[in-house]
């Protein structure tokens, strides 16, 4: 029996495509599976389902490449945040070192978190505070080439990073979505097929070789 367990979902179908499309141009084939239920009917029936599973399967392609597109957009500004944030941090540390205040203010003091959500955190309380005390930190900032402009860039890169990971998240969830459709769309498909062969295999049963036509391989 052939189906997406031994074959990939991509070979599945076209499978599926070349046995309802010979089975109704092969003459000896048609008037076999006829004599068995599957007139054109059926087989249009068949078609359909078949039809439907390429599109739900084409269409969770999509969204997959989607979900990678908005994800690679998310990561790249992740990392253009994160190296400035890192350089900014390590010119605050020397500038305010004699300052555990300031430090803590800052959230400069500890190591700095992996975890996406505690990551932002601190990066979001830097630059608030950076940029709400100017009088008392920004002048010392500027020692270290760290610009009101660079700051409010910061800022702008937060707002940026939380929006593509807003999307990211939205494509993820439709990419779900699109994959849980597309299973059901080739059970449907795989039990459809499965019978077919099935009565395949006996209206062929005289001569096996026909079923060479629908891509199943006969021993010689």
Same mark, same amino acid.
Request: charged content about 30%.
């Given at each position: 029996?052939?189906?997406?367990?031994? =074959? *990939?979902? %991509? +070979?599945?179908?076209?499978?599926?495509?070349?046995?309802?499309?010979?089975?109704?141009?092969?003459? +000896? =084939?048609?008037? *076999?599976?006829?004599? &068995?239920?599957?007139?054109?009917?059926?087989?249009?029936?068949?078609?359909?389902?078949? %039809?439907?599973?390429?599109?739900?399967?084409?269409?969770?392609?999509?969204?997959?490449? $989607?979900?990678?597109? /908005?994800?690679?957009?998310?990561?790249?500004?992740?990392?253009?945040?994160? /190296?400035?944030? !890192?350089?900014?941090?390590?010119? /605050?540390?020397?500038? &305010?070192?004699?300052?555990?205040?300031?430090? $803590?203010?800052?959230?400069?003091?500890? *190591?700095?978190?992996?975890?996406?959500?505690?990551?932002?955190?601190?990066?979001?309380? &830097?630059?608030?505070?950076?940029?709400?005390?100017?009088?008392?930190?920004?002048?010392?900032?500027?020692?270290?080439?760290?610009?009101?402009?660079?700051?409010?860039? %910061?800022?702008?890169?937060?707002?940026?990073?939380?929006? %593509?990971?807003?999307?990211?998240?939205? +494509?993820?969830? $439709?990419?779900?979505?699109?994959?849980? /459709?597309?299973?059901?769309?080739?059970? !449907?498909?795989?039990?459809?097929? *499965? $019978? &077919?062969?099935?009565?395949?295999?006996?209206?062929?049963?005289?001569?096996?070789?026909?079923? +060479?036509?629908?891509?199943?391989?006969?021993?010689?």
């Amino acid at each position: 029996m052939v189906t997406k367990k031994t =074959l *990939s979902e %991509a +070979e599945a179908l076209e499978q599926y495509r070349v046995s309802l499309t010979n089975v109704e141009i092969q003459p +000896e =084939l048609a008037t *076999s599976m006829a004599e &068995f239920g599957y007139d054109t009917t059926v087989i249009a029936e068949g078609k359909t389902l078949l %039809a439907e599973t390429r599109q739900i399967f084409d269409l969770n392609k999509t969204e997959d490449d $989607e979900t990678s597109e /908005a994800y690679a957009a998310f990561q790249t500004l992740k990392e253009q945040l994160d /190296a400035t944030y !890192r350089m900014h941090r390590k010119k /605050a540390k020397v500038i &305010f070192r004699n300052d555990p205040q300031i430090l $803590e203010e800052l959230a400069l003091t500890g *190591s700095l978190s992996n975890a996406y959500i505690k990551w932002l955190e601190t990066v979001r309380r &830097f630059y608030n505070v950076a940029g709400s005390r100017d009088a008392q930190i920004q002048p010392k900032l500027l020692r270290l080439k760290i610009t009101a402009e660079d700051i409010t860039n %910061a800022m702008g890169l937060i707002a940026d990073l939380e929006a %593509a990971r807003g999307e990211y998240l939205r +494509e993820k969830g $439709e990419s779900q979505e699109a994959t849980r /459709a597309k299973d059901a769309a080739f059970e !449907r498909m795989d039990d459809w097929m *499965s $019978e &077919f062969y099935a009565v395949a295999k006996i209206a062929m049963e005289d001569k096996p070789q026909l079923l +060479e036509a629908l891509g199943k391989l006969v021993r010689s």
